[in-house]
């Protein structure tokens, strides 16, 4: 239930269009529905502009089927994301309209093509092993509605692809920027584009004294470029949600 399904389903039952029943029915599972396991929040697109989104690992393949079948009945979109491929060839096979990115591990369920919003985002990545990180960032961004334009390996160990790339990243709204390694990425973007947002995400990508992440996470907490924005490791759903609570709001 988002406002504008509210507006139409009032507007309906003013103009005599649907019983009031019918409504009752309709809004009888606001805020939330109760599965004994899970309580599907109906409520949060209408409340954060941003849809349900399910995260798979934790739960067994039953409770996540049964909690996007569930999620399908609405007209809201709905985000799966952490998708195991056993996984997503089961729920591609019970909802065949689901859009499955394998590389990103999402799965997307729309009834109808999301409306653009104003504001580009620029994806950046250090290498190419950070393309499962940005991708999840790219689909949870293009289903919230915004462009995004990928702007993929384009690390410090060869920073001329990156200059290479300066005047179309300039013109973005918001930059994420995935890196692993070192993590120095967003720092170089940081203090070559001053106008603009900059979330950075590090990710586990690199060897043993990369600890996981953590010397790229600790890297751009410790940023000498000012102002930069740090999400969690190999967490590009995370940043896309930080980019849309920065964006909703944009005027065109």
Do not use: W
């Not at 396991?37 to 502009?49: G, I, K, P, S």
């Not at 096979?93 to 394998?102: D, G, W």
């Not at 990710?203 to 996981?212: C, D, E, K, L, N």
């Not at 890297?219 to 590009?236: F, P, Q, R």
Request: aromatic residues 4%; proline residues 5%; hydrophobic residues 45%.
């Amino acid at each position: 239930m988002n406002r504008d399904l509210l507006e139409r389903l009032l507007r309906e039952v003013q103009e005599g269009k649907r019983p009031i029943e019918e409504a009752i029915e309709r809004l009888r599972h606001l805020p939330y529905e109760s599965l004994g396991f899970a309580r599907l929040d109906h409520h949060r697109t209408l409340r954060q502009e941003m849809p349900e989104v399910v995260f798979c690992p934790g739960k067994t393949e039953a409770q996540v089927l049964t909690i996007l079948q569930k999620l399908d009945a609405s007209e809201v979109p709905v985000l799966a994301t952490r998708v195991e491929p056993a996984l997503a060839r089961k729920i591609l096979k019970k909802l065949r309209k689901a859009e499955h990115n394998p590389l990103a591990r999402t799965i997307v369920l729309k009834k109808k093509r999301v409306a653009l919003r104003p504001g580009e985002i620029a994806l950046l990545t250090g290498g190419t092993a950070d393309l499962p990180v940005a991708e999840e960032a790219k689909v949870t961004a293009e289903l919230l509605g915004y462009r995004v334009l990928p702007f993929y390996d384009v690390g410090v160990a060869g920073i001329h692809r990156l200059l290479d790339q300066r005047e179309k990243i300039e013109k973005s709204d918001l930059m994420i920027v995935i890196a692993g390694m070192e993590g120095a990425l967003p720092s170089v973007v940081g203090g070559l584009f001053g106008a603009t947002p900059v979330i950075a995400v590090p990710t586990s990508i690199g060897y043993g004294a990369s600890f996981g992440g953590i010397a790229a996470l600790l890297t751009m907490l410790n940023s000498c470029a000012a102002g930069i924005t740090v999400v969690n490791i190999d967490n590009g759903f995370g940043a896309a949600m930080s980019a849309h609570r920065i964006l909703k709001d944009r005027k065109s």
